[in-house]
């Protein structure tokens, strides 16, 4: 295979215009950006300006000066990898210089739900705020990230079933939403809107961003500590699996694109896993002569340590 010469610069470019029109979100572009403009000044600064000259000595000489988190370091990788395969497809290059690139192992902790007594003092707080507390109803109800709920469309209800996709992951979310939830957006819906949360005149980030700030404010005045909008997600799904939800369905519900993303977020909370691992090691162990044998031991001598007192 013959490569093509072709720059660094046109081959983001290109591969961006591709992004787009696929009608990815505008985030997912955003992100790829974020990562092209310093590759593009690493890579010039270096001498090397086409697309072939990058090679994986390069870029592992870039990875090692970052300072981000090993999520962001993981994500950056993901991407690059994306946009190098992109490039071997188009026959710019051979093989992909991101291909044996690895991140960081990251020892993630475990998300942290809001309390009941937390999602009391918030709603308590959204009282006189009639649209932040429709909207924190539903993100604790729904589970959706805040920019799937500022943005949600009036047309995504049918009675008390929502639908719609996720713009992160373009996942199809189906979900019930209680009576109470229901009853807190009608009150909020404008007739005249297609939006519950939006005017649908400003970027889709913008105003994900302004409800996040009206949402750290209610916080504040509830006084809950270590607030995130995240967290009105995470609370969704620790409640799911403290019920004994399949961390398979929770996955659904999140619009997850695979149950690993669920998994690795969610784990410590998964109790039908762990109950189910509990009874089978128990039963396994019911089956174990040397077991049977220390226990009648261990009966034995606490008989005798009985009698002697």
Not at 78 to 91: H, M, P, Q, S
Not at 157 to 185: F, I, Q, Y
Not at 237 to 260: K, M, P, Y
Not at 292 to 300: I, N
């Amino acid at each position: 295979m013959e490569e093509q010469c072709v720059t660094l610069e046109s081959a983001c470019a290109e591969f961006l215009r591709d992004l787009r029109a696929r009608g990815l979100a505008r985030s997912t572009i955003r992100d790829y950006e974020s990562i092209f403009r310093p590759l593009k000044r690493f890579a010039h600064e270096r001498g090397k300006t086409e697309l072939r000259q990058v090679d994986e000595a390069l870029l592992r000489e870039w990875r090692a000066a970052w300072t981000c988190m090993p999520s962001t370091h993981q994500l950056r990788i993901t991407k690059l990898k994306a946009f190098f395969r992109f490039a071997v497809d188009a026959n710019w290059i051979e093989k992909s210089p991101a291909a044996r690139l690895r991140a960081p192992r990251e020892r993630s902790q475990p998300t942290m739900p809001l309390s009941r007594l937390e999602m009391r003092l918030l709603f308590k707080a959204a009282v006189p705020y009639q649209r932040e507390r429709a909207l924190l109803l539903l993100m604790r109800y729904s589970g959706l990230a805040i920019g799937d709920a500022t943005t949600l469309e009036r047309g995504a209800l049918a009675g008390s079933l929502l639908t719609l996709r996720r713009a992160k992951s373009d996942e199809l979310v189906l979900c019930s939403l209680p009576d109470p939830v229901l009853a807190e957006l009608n009150a909020v819906a404008n007739p005249r809107r297609k939006h519950f949360f939006w005017s649908g005149e400003s970027q889709r980030e913008t105003v994900a961003r302004y409800w996040r700030s009206r949402l750290q404010r209610i916080a504040q005045l509830a006084g809950v500590k270590n607030f995130r909008t995240h967290r009105l997600r995470d609370t969704f799904a620790v409640e799911l699996l403290l019920a004994g939800v399949s961390i398979e369905d929770v996955s659904t519900l999140l619009g997850h694109r695979s149950v690993q993303v669920t998994e690795r977020h969610y784990a410590p909370w998964n109790g039908a896993r762990r109950d189910r691992l509990v009874s089978i090691l128990n039963k396994v162990n019911a089956r174990d002569d040397l077991l049977k044998e220390l226990s009648g031991s261990a009966s034995h001598r606490t008989s005798i340590t009985r009698k002697s007192h």
